[in-house]
């Protein structure tokens, strides 16, 4: 949640990274973003758009909006291990791509699939060259989603991803799984680029997601392709819901006006949950850029929905 204040900011812009690694030593290390968190200049670029948006809701544009669609060109990478090759299908595929649509539809963003890749390779698979792999699979400008669904993924130290509890009982047959606790990263916008930058400024944007993740993976309620709902909203431009993880007036989080004060990720799907029960409303459980398990996942606040708008017409459309 975002408090607007009363100063006016300038809107300039870096590269960040959205990457959040969870390892497996208690709750406080799942839920840590051991990367480092949004800069200066990306959090100029959230309260800049937060201003814009309270000004047009004061002077009653809000309601008046008429909302362009937006079409991302978009393309799939399945990268596997030689003894993983086989288990993500055409189906898991296509099922990933309905709830991709499904989940943005009311965003009033579509993904246009441009095609598939599948590459057979250990390294990739682990994602032990993520630089060799995107330079040689990248399609498309700055403005083309790439997602690579990568069959054994993990993180370096300092990675990020949506990861799960192993600590959990109810997510102990999930841990076992996993090569790592990683389910998954993404790039934010990056507002250095423009129109004429050269690919090897790019060339890593992107999502990485454990491919057992997708709707049919063999995850047990980590199955239903949040994950990639999860990553693709950060590459949009959106900060989790518990980011700065405090209940403090002073805190931030993720700069959205309509999105609950949550000082913790959530984990699973509890029946509700309050971290910070001095501040108005409930933990977004079902919010998408909680930590939530797959069958918590719901929805977009309105201004998340309004936000990824907003970085979509500035930092990546045309580029």
Not at 11 to 36: D, E, K
Not at 45 to 51: T, V
């Amino acid at each position: 949640m975002f408090r607007l204040g009363g100063l006016q900011l300038l809107f300039i812009l870096t590269i960040a990274t959205i990457q959040c690694q969870h390892t497996v030593s208690g709750h406080h290390a799942r839920a840590f973003c051991a990367t480092h968190a949004p800069n200066d200049r990306l959090k100029a670029a959230h309260k800049h758009l937060s201003a814009d948006e309270m000004n047009q809701y004061v002077v009653g544009h809000e309601s008046r909006e008429r909302v362009t669609p937006i079409e991302i060109e978009t393309w799939f990478h399945i990268v596997s291990s030689e003894e993983e090759s086989e288990i993500v299908t055409d189906g898991m595929i296509n099922e990933q791509l309905s709830y991709l649509q499904n989940a943005y539809e009311n965003v009033t963003i579509s993904y246009r699939l441009e095609g598939i890749t599948r590459s057979v390779n250990n390294t990739w698979a682990h994602n032990a060259d993520d630089l060799g792999m995107k330079a040689a699979l990248r399609r498309g400008s700055y403005s083309t989603l790439n997602v690579y669904f990568q069959t054994n993924l993990q993180a370096s130290h300092g990675a990020g991803a949506r990861a799960v509890n192993p600590e959990n009982k109810r997510n102990s047959h999930v841990s076992n799984q996993l090569s790592s606790s990683v389910l998954g990263f993404c790039t934010l916008p990056d507002p250095s680029v423009n129109a004429s930058s050269p690919r090897s400024a790019y060339v890593k944007d992107g999502c990485n997601v454990l491919a057992k993740t997708m709707p049919g993976g063999s995850l047990m309620h980590y199955n239903r392709g949040g994950t990639a709902i999860h990553e693709i909203g950060h590459w949009n431009g959106l900060l989790h819901t518990f980011e700065g993880e405090s209940c403090s007036p002073d805190n931030p989080g993720d700069y959205i006006a309509d999105t609950p004060v949550q000082s913790i990720p959530t984990d699973g799907c509890p029946a509700r949950k309050n971290s910070c029960p001095d501040s108005p409303g409930l933990d977004a459980i079902h919010n998408f850029m909680d930590y939530s398990s797959d069958e918590c996942y719901e929805t977009f606040t309105p201004g998340q929905m309004k936000r990824m708008r907003g970085m979509w017409s500035s930092m990546r459309e045309g580029k």
